[in-house]
């Protein structure tokens, strides 16, 4: 294993620090966010969505990576505006949330902003002053911390957008079978970089992932060889058994093999053991300079929580509405 030595480790960590949240190196304004925005207006936010997202989680355990994966494809795609919880106008199927990339999002995610929101507007003072996007900011943040994760200050002042195409989601997704260099390209494009891309999929330490995503790694890679080399061939096995060939296709196999429920930095650890389940994940350990990241992460995980924090918060700020781009809206499925 290409562990770093102490001295890239230090210059690595360096590297973090560095790219704290202040230096985005990003065009987006974010400059109205502020932690404390609700101050006046709803002092008790963070608190009543804690309370709503917390109550839901311990009901139903897909709540943590269905909220932080509905987050992130939000924010990719429009910015942070809660535009992929939209309904599309009399039910045409022309919102964000109908795009083939999206239909798997879990319905868990929606549910938890959507009662969270109506916990916030059930309190007099802050009835229709929160917008869902910033609801879904701060569900994210509590669903990292409920599933051991760490816990960090959440910028606010995000308004709701008013637009949500199937169309704008085309080629905006990170897809299962990108290699680094794609998906740089593509985080670069909203002011992450590589630390950033690789503390992010992190995220996939929670969750799952349906079966028809990973087949092709499985069964038929090319016509050498039907498993893809990179992947350990036990755990393709396993793989196999949880996925078979004609399986129904809402099957789901975890993300992250050993703990799948825990918000840690075990992801990294099966990186380095071939037991990334996307090339997407797995791509982040053969290319050299995500490896260093990716070693990194696996030996401390404290190194791992701090650039996952920033990376959050950067990834955050992206495409926010302010002034007459956005709203608040009253319902998080429709625009007001």
Do not use: W
């Amino acid at each position: 294993m290409n562990s770093p030595t102490l001295f890239s480790l230090s210059f690595l960590f360096l590297l973090l620090l560095l790219s704290s949240p202040s230096t985005t190196g990003t065009s987006h304004p974010h400059t109205h966010l502020r932690k404390d925005y609700y101050k006046d207006s709803c002092p008790n936010v963070e608190s009543l969505v804690r309370a709503a997202v917390k109550e839901k989680f311990q009901r139903i355990i897909t709540t943590a990576p269905a909220t932080l994966r509905l987050f992130f494809h939000d924010c990719f795609i429009r910015g942070c505006d809660a535009s992929i919880i939209l309904f599309s106008r009399n039910g045409t199927g022309t919102a964000e949330k109908d795009n083939s990339d999206n239909l798997s999002l879990a319905g868990d995610g929606f549910d938890t902003v959507i009662r969270a929101k109506e916990a916030v507007d059930r309190v007099l003072d802050c009835k229709h002053k929160v917008s869902c996007a910033d609801i879904l900011a701060l569900a994210t943040r509590d669903v990292v911390k409920l599933t051991g994760g760490p816990f960090y200050e959440v910028e606010l002042g995000r308004l709701d957008g008013r637009i949500s195409t199937r169309a704008s989601v085309r080629h905006h997704l990170p897809r299962p079978e990108f290699r680094v260099h794609k998906l740089k390209t593509m985080f670069v494009s909203h002011g992450l970089n590589l630390i950033d891309l690789v503390a992010l999929s992190g995220a996939h330490t929670i969750g799952f992932s349906h079966c028809n995503r990973i087949t092709k790694r499985i069964y038929s890679f090319n016509s050498k060889t039907r498993i893809d080399p990179t992947l350990d061939l036990q755990y393709a096995k396993v793989l196999q058994q949880q996925c078979p060939r004609n399986v129904d296709p809402s099957a789901v196999t975890d993300m992250d093999p050993t703990t799948p429920q825990t918000f840690d930095n075990a992801y990294f650890k099966n990186l380095q053991q071939g037991k990334g389940l996307f090339t997407s994940d797995q791509t982040l350990f053969t290319d050299k300079k995500a490896r260093n990241f990716v070693d990194l992460f696996a030996s401390n995980s404290t190194a791992f929580e701090e650039a996952f924090v920033v990376a959050m918060t950067k990834l955050g700020r992206i495409g926010v509405k302010t002034g007459n781009q956005g709203e608040v809206r009253r319902n998080c499925a429709l625009v007001n």
